[in-house]
């Protein structure tokens, strides 16, 4: 259970907007901070605040401690020991450009094969269509049906030729919680036979911050994640490298802190993936709130959040259902979703929708998500989606059904 | 402020009312611009005589309901008109055509309509 004054412990969840409370149903962009995290960053910003790694004055050795500390505690989070798995970077879309470059550039050449699905968040997407275009690589696409399940076995690929396969945990259009496992052993049983191995690249975007993630027991090479859609500041986010393949891993960025030596004529990188990884001066702050984060939400329990947004999202569905021009995109039934329903009400379209039910406090999002392909393959411009977190509450839920009535009464539909 | 006093009964009556939101098969001109924030998207096509005067409109467009009741709106101003009208119109003229106040994010919706216009070229024959 999660308390039911949690609202309090947000500071943003105090004000009024157009006169009304603040019902923030737009989770899956952005979560909210606790004060709790806002006020470790606030105490290391007031007291120790120096460059990491390269000073070696009192304040630079405690923050290079804070910073390495911060790295345990999200290496922790999501399930790994080895702190040196986990390197900062700006988000998820910076994360899985690292590896497109770092990990792609170094191992992809002509006539490999890429595969991605078709329901890839456009930073999961773009990445790989370039990283292909640059290599004269394939670019191969997972089909989904209308519950998202891929459609492994339409695949029609050379399996010998597949280097890379990269999905999304879970969707941030269809809410649907990909079974990661099983996709990550039928697509390496279909590569057995000509004894090749593909590298895994899970965006978890979606999924760390929702339930319990253990990267070990999923089988990826690698897990990217942003820390603003887990109650962390903007600008910091992670990624997960498995360290057997620390050896494939090349360069992503040039600059301080990821050489060994550089003189006029040659350059030799740092052999720590983290060091080499992570150039320039890193995000301290955002590391230190990362990290506070993960505390907040392992304090709270990921199993919580997950029935709590489980049982609302049910609520959300019924509720929704009920309305006649309601219609929703991906399974009906909650079971395998997390608490994000795309949906239409016939008659409005989403992005009116989301203006109306702005003037009522109501904040969801509308348009294409940011997953262009898939709206298109379904012949739809753009959807309307209210997406759940571990302080919504079902006050919340009411206020975007009666916001939909009053649309629909603007609209005049029905 | 509240922000949506711009649903008025005048902008709902151009939304549900649009003749020229129709397929010309016989056109002239052709033009498309879309919104990529929102998913707007009009695509425009001309029908003109032969002093170049604006026969007929016709346009899809799968937006919201601003830019699509925008586009109703335009059409119905450039019908019997001169082509090179397009070259003179401005987003203040759009903005314009009702009195009501849109916010800055819903003006980019009411001009898409006037952007496709813009971008209109020869059909190729
Ligand atoms: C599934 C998924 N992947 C990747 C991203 C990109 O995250 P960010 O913009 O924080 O880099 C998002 C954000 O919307 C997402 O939902």
Redesign the pocket.
Known sequence: MIDKNIKKQFKIFQQKVYGKPLRYLDN??TTQMPNDVLNEIFEYETKYRANVKRGNHYLSEKSTEIYENARKTVADFIGTNIPDELIFTS????SLNLIARAWGDKNISEGDIILVSEIE?H??FIPWFELAKRKNAKLEIIKVDNDCNFLLNDLDIDFSKLKLVAF?H???VLGVVNNVKNIVKSIKKKCEPFDVTPRFVL?G??SVSHFGVNVKSLGVDFLAF?G??MCAPFGI?GLYINRDIFDEIGEYKYGGGMIDSVFLDKCKYNSKVTNRLEAGTPNVSGAVGLAAACKFLNNIGLDNIFDHEKELASIMMNKLRKINETIIYGPVDVKHKSGLITFNIGGIPPHDLATILDTEGVAIRSGHH?VMPWHMEQDLKTTARASLYLYNDEEDIDALISGIQKAKKIFKVN | MTNNNFYTKELLFYFKNQPYKKVLTNFDYVGEAGNDHCGDNIKVTLKVDKNNKIEDIGYSADGCAVSQSYMSMLSERLIGKDTSIIDKIDDSFVKNLIDIELTPSREKCATVGLRALKNLVQKSR
Request: aromatic share 0%; with cysteine.
């Open positions: 899956a962009a988000g998820a879309t910076d968040h930073s999961n999304t879970v969707s941030n965006d975007a979606q942003s603003h859609k986010g940011c």
